[in-house]
């Protein structure tokens, strides 16, 4: 009973990427999130892939640029309020404040490590 207690349980998560055809780092994006899956003992089959092609459907997933990922229906870089849906590539800021298309490799590992714990 006491290894049981003792093991950190952990579940699949739901994980989505949401893209843009006109936003070329989306791949780069799938392979990160794969990456930080395995690393964590998941298998990244669980990614679900989520192209908005419409205003509307942009509209309809509150999608702000291209790539996005969620996980467990949270954006792991919460938008600001402000920001409108939009069919538009995405615009990150690294942890050294520089700007880049995709986010940080580190805050990918962590938000998946944070949605597999249970405590």
């Known amino acids: 009973m006491d290894s049981i207690m003792n093991k950190q349980l952990k579940f699949e998560p739901i994980v989505e990427l949401l893209w843009w055809s006109g936003c070329p780092s989306h791949e780069k994006a799938f392979e990160m999130l794969a990456a930080a899956l395995n690393d964590a003992g998941l298998d990244s089959s669980c990614i679900t892939r ?17 790539p996005t990922i969620r996980i467990n229906g949270r954006d792991i870089v919460p938008p600001d309020p402000a920001d ?3 069919l538009t590539c995405r615009l990150y800021f690294k942890a050294n404040g520089r700007p880049s298309p995709l986010p940080d490799q580190e805050r990918i590992n962590k938000a998946i490590l944070s949605a597999i714990k249970i405590n």
Do not use: R
């Open 50 to 66: 989520v192209q908005m092609v419409t205003m509307d459907e942009a509209k309809k997933s509150h999608f702000i640029g291209s």
């Open 84 to 86: 409108q849906p939009a």
